[in-house]
């Protein structure tokens, strides 16, 4: 379904789709909602699909630097350089005041950076994160994540990110992320 062997990848009435920001709008548009994740107003749409590309093109990449760092001071580095990109995206394109990312509906960005807040607990037991450092705001925002039923209804269970983790961990992953983390790169 996808010739570069990542996931997610759907295949939906025979046909094939991949890359996770373009299938979460195709399940909004194959699957129309009475509670949809996107606004009616095209340019809150736009700010979204912005904000998106930077979780994927720096936060994401960081998360994964910070994962396979091995010695002290490449983790001290890679940490300080994730946590600046979460707090990036939070003062960018976080509207504040609000319980979710762009007000009071839970939408598209919530469930494009929800997947990176769960993985969190990881660097906390594994690299001396704490989530205290991302500030007062993303804290909180972190707590209401975690809480949120639909999150906690789709997520893995924590024993299957263990096993897998473990490998970016040790820096052992032959992941085609794992590899262009190690070569300082990210996946095209
Ligand atoms: N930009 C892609 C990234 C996909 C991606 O990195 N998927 C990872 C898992 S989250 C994967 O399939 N890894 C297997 C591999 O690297 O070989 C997306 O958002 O869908």
């Not at 590309?53 to 940490?79: D, F, G, T």
């Not at 096993?163 to 961990?169: E, I, K």
Request: hydrophobic share 40%; charged share 30%; aromatic share 10%.
């Amino acid at each position: 379904m996808n010739l570069q062997g990542l996931v997610p990848a759907l295949e939906h009435d025979g046909k094939a789709l991949y890359e996770s920001l373009v299938l979460l709008e195709y399940l909004e548009d194959a699957f129309p909602s009475t509670n949809p994740l996107r606004s009616p107003d095209p340019h809150e749409n736009g700010l979204v699909r912005l904000a998106s590309a930077q979780i994927s093109n720096v936060l994401v990449p960081s998360y994964y630097k910070l994962l396979q760092a091995q010695e002290p001071q490449q983790q001290k580095e890679a940490k300080e350089a994730l946590i600046q990109a979460f707090k990036d995206v939070w003062d960018q394109w976080f509207v504040k005041g609000g319980e979710w990312s762009r007000g009071e509906k839970f939408g598209v960005l919530d469930c494009v950076i929800a997947p990176w807040i769960v993985r969190l607990d990881i660097l906390v037991e594994h690299r001396d994160l704490k989530i205290s450092e991302l500030g007062e705001g993303l804290e909180g925002y972190v707590k209401r994540i975690l809480e949120r039923k639909s999150v906690k209804d789709t997520i893995s269970e924590k024993e299957a990110y263990k096993s897998v983790y473990q490998r970016y961990l040790n820096n052992t992953a032959e992941s085609e992320v794992a590899k262009a983390t190690r070569k300082g790169e990210w996946l095209k």
